[in-house]
């Protein structure tokens, strides 16, 4: 069992930044591969970044590629999503989550345990 809770999520302007935080319980925070989601108003949920187990790999949604870092600590339980260059298009609730994948995956499906979620919002 795992419980996220993510954290960081505000109001920037466009151009600006925002770094959020996940924090996980649990021992074996280092056995699950992390991602990030978004959902915008009225829209899907879509895949955003996501870190492998030992973070020697990630992958990104294509519109985010240059202007988000996702990283983790295992030490410290937690995963960061470094968001620069931000974009009125970012706008969306940001969600935490971990599955039990050794490889990075985008697919929703791969993922066991999400977090509650934290608004990102970006003012043009």
């Known amino acids: 069992q795992v419980q996220l809770v993510e954290s960081g999520g505000g109001l920037v302007q466009a151009g600006g930044s925002l770094r959020l935080s996940c924090a996980a319980s649990?021992?074996?925070?280092?056995?699950?591969?992390m991602g990030w989601f978004r959902q915008a108003p009225g829209k899907e949920r879509e895949f955003v970044a996501a870190i492998s187990w030992s973070g020697g790999s990630t992958y990104y949604r294509d519109s985010v590629k240059g202007r988000f870092t996702i990283s983790r600590d295992n030490a410290k339980n937690t995963v960061v999503l470094q968001m620069n260059s931000l974009k009125s298009e970012d706008t969306a609730v940001y969600y935490c989550?971990?599955?039990?994948?050794?490889?990075?995956?985008?697919?929703?499906?791969?993922?066991?345990?999400w977090g509650q979620g934290t608004q990102v919002t970006v003012s043009s």
């Open positions: 649990g021992r074996t925070f280092s056995r699950y591969g």
């Open positions: 989550a971990a599955g039990p994948s050794p490889v990075v995956t985008a697919r929703e499906g791969g993922y066991d345990y």
